[in-house]
């Protein structure tokens, strides 16, 4: 049981560049989101996806999409990078249903550069 | 969601009991506390949650004040390992929705 886990761990791009993070959880999660975390700031939403076949914006969505897979899989994608990108990304999941609690497991992070 | 005051910063001895304070004084009836903590570099960690009773598990005790305006989350013997920022979030549960993280409060552990 690997929980959530990302990839890459660690990116560099250019500026105008395209890539898409990949974020898998095998805990049979409903809901999935994408956070953000710049240096000493807190954790801000890009997009969350609360059931398979569904996305929403978050606090932060302009210059990301997102695709979710299937109901293991949620990818966020950067069309064309830009140097504001620069952040720490986190993947996390949590059932998002009516039973248990809302804890929500986080992945390790990926570390974007964007130059 | 309610909002949530921390401090920035709290220092504690090693062996000692860190007691971490959260204002939530808006808090509704139907929203719980929940605790997260984030070490170095990693993604945040669930700690415990709890909507008015006082509650424990493996890593600390969550105490809430009666009229549910406030709230501290106690780490009985703090290790060095607890060196980390904490973020207390109050929330309706099983909403689906993503947690609103704050600052959080930097947790120091001195040898």
């Known amino acids: 049981n690997a929980g959530v886990t990302q990839t890459p761990k660690f990116q560099v791009l250019k500026t105008g560049q395209s890539m898409t993070l990949q974020c898998a959880q095998d805990m049979n999660h409903n809901s999935m989101y994408w956070y953000r975390q710049d240096p000493g700031m807190g954790l801000r939403l890009i997009y969350y996806?609360?059931?398979?076949?569904?996305?929403d914006k978050g606090e932060v969505p302009n210059g990301y999409n997102v695709s979710r897979l299937n109901k293991r899989e949620f990818s966020l994608r950067l069309e064309s990078a830009a140097p504001s990108q620069t952040s720490v990304y986190f993947c996390?999941?949590?059932?998002?249903?009516?039973?248990?609690?809302?804890?929500?497991?986080f992945g390790p992070g990926t570390r974007l550069l964007v130059l | 969601d309610a909002k949530t005051t921390q401090p920035p910063s709290m220092d504690c001895a090693e062996g000692r009991a860190a007691n971490l304070p959260c204002n939530h004084s808006t808090i509704s009836g139907n929203e719980y506390v929940y605790w997260y903590r984030q070490i170095h570099s990693q993604g945040p960690q669930y700690i415990i949650h709890?909507?008015?009773n006082n509650e424990t598990n493996e890593m600390a005790s969550l105490i809430i004040t009666e009229d549910r305006k406030s709230s501290t989350l106690i780490l009985p013997h703090a290790t060095l390992r607890d060196t980390a920022v904490y973020y207390c979030?109050?929330?309706?549960?099983?909403?689906?929705?993503?947690?609103?993280f704050g600052k959080g409060t930097s947790l120091l552990v001195t040898p």
């Open positions: 709890g909507l008015k």
């Open positions: 996390a999941s949590t059932t998002g249903g009516l039973q248990g609690g809302e804890t929500q497991y």
């Open positions: 979030i109050v929330r309706v549960t099983n909403s689906g929705y993503a947690l609103n």
């Open positions: 996806s609360a059931s398979e076949g569904t996305t």
